[in-house]
């Protein structure tokens, strides 16, 4: 990302960065667990985030192309609320009517698993972020709103919008 916004700032064109926390929409991730019950085992269980609805990231990514103003600006966009993975999944089960159950993942399970599906500095990324502590996403921030003039949506909105995924 860093190379990416260094070319970008660079290029002698009129720019705006929008920069997300993690995505409502990785709770899809859970589909094949709770096609087999109602126990959802994900890793970094005590990591709050305050995870953004990809349609708020693109609101704010629409109002910074088709409105003045947003050139050489920054924005980073969360949801309006920092959560657990076990309050998703609470929030996810009163939505579906279900007794979800969330267990943590430990972490050497969790890293062999995300080792299977993305490559390794990906892998070492989240782990300094989440387990080492390097990033924190756990603190609402205002761009959605101050974008769009709207409170960004929250995770109850999402699972509500997308329970037929479930």
């Not at 920092?82 to 159950?101: F, S, T």
């Not at 921030?141 to 003039?149: E, K």
Request: aromatic residues 10%.
């Amino acid at each position: 990302m860093i190379e990416s916004e260094t070319t970008v700032r660079g290029c002698g064109l009129e720019w705006t960065m929008v920069r997300s926390f993690g995505f409502m929409s990785n709770t899809l991730q859970w589909v094949p667990q709770l096609a087999a019950g109602d126990l959802v085992r994900a890793p970094f269980a005590g990591v709050a985030v305050a995870m953004i609805d990809p349609y708020d990231i693109a609101a704010v990514a629409a109002a910074a192309l088709t409105s003045d103003g947003h050139e050489g600006r920054v924005y980073t966009v969360s949801g309006p609320e920092p959560l657990r993975p076990a309050d998703r999944a609470r929030i996810l089960g009163e939505v579906l009517g279900r007794d979800l159950r969330f267990e943590g993942q430990p972490d050497d399970e969790a890293r062999a698993e995300m080792s299977a599906s993305m490559p390794a500095e990906y892998v070492d990324a989240f782990f300094d972020f989440y387990v080492t502590g390097t990033l924190d996403e756990s603190q609402a921030r205002p761009d959605v709103r101050d974008v769009t003039g709207r409170a960004p949506r929250t995770f109850r909105q999402w699972a509500e919008a997308h329970a037929g995924a479930f």
